[in-house]
């Protein structure tokens, strides 16, 4: 079955250092990988997806992310974060056994300090 | 702007009354999901539609149905909701076929409150 790991339930940045939240996938066959953001409640926010193609993906509000199929990650970056940023960021793969269905990771709260 | 909403926001309701929640869409997608999302967890599936078929999970309960009339519109229904029913509930729809990027839209959800 496809799976996606985020190892922190916590990622604390001061505002304008740049930012990492972690993702690492488990799939038979090629990788269908999502970023989503929420805020206080809040529906899910689409970010970027990787589907195929280049490595460095771009998406919304200055975010992107980097597959690397070496190391079964897909973690998402941004170069300076913002206090705006604050919210909770989910990976998703696409289950490739179901109807697209997206397995979503446990979640990883951002918080960004002023 | 294409969308997807959601109404009521916020719903509260009695122990046991059945209790019925919307979505609409404006994107003219051809598959509608339901998710549960408890206290910052992952959302979890409910069931989808794929246009009129239905397509329930198999850990979902049979308190929780769903209905879709037409494209636009899709319903989540709690027969007799319990307390363990509080959460968020969010609808999302994506576009199945040739050239779909597989990312599902969501709406901004409904919080239901059992008291």
């Known amino acids: 079955a496809q799976s996606v790991a985020q190892p922190e339930d916590q990622v604390n940045v001061a505002e304008g250092n740049p930012l990492t939240v972690k993702c690492t996938y488990s799939v038979s066959g090629n990788p269908y990988l999502f970023w989503y953001v929420q805020y206080p409640n809040r529906g899910l926010q689409f970010l970027l997806k990787?589907?195929?193609?280049?490595?460095l993906v771009k998406g919304s509000y200055g975010f992107e992310a980097e597959f690397n199929k070496s190391q079964t990650s897909f973690h998402l970056k941004k170069p300076s974060a913002l206090v705006s940023d604050s919210a909770l960021y989910f990976c998703?793969?696409?289950?490739?056994?179901?109807?697209?269905?997206?397995?979503f990771g446990t979640g990883t709260r951002l918080l960004v300090s002023p | 702007d294409a969308m997807v909403i959601q109404n009521p926001r916020y719903q509260v309701t009695q122990f046991g009354k059945p209790v019925t929640l919307s979505c609409s869409q404006t994107l003219n997608h051809n598959v509608m999901y339901w998710y549960q999302q408890k206290s910052s967890q992952a959302p979890k599936l409910l069931f989808h539609?794929?246009?009129?078929?239905?397509?329930n999970e198999a850990d979902t309960p049979d308190n929780f149905q769903s209905r879709r009339p037409n494209t636009s519109f899709c319903f989540l229904d709690i027969r007799s909701p319990g307390l363990g029913d509080a959460a968020m509930y969010l609808c999302?729809?994506?576009?199945?076929?040739?050239?779909?990027?597989?990312?599902?839209?969501f709406g901004p959800g409904t919080r239901l409150t059992v008291t």
């Open positions: 990787y589907i195929t193609g280049d490595n």
């Open positions: 539609y794929y246009d009129k078929d239905f397509n």
């Open positions: 998703a793969v696409r289950d490739t056994a179901g109807f697209q269905k997206l397995v």
């Open positions: 999302a729809t994506s576009s199945k076929g040739q050239g779909s990027g597989y990312e599902q839209y």
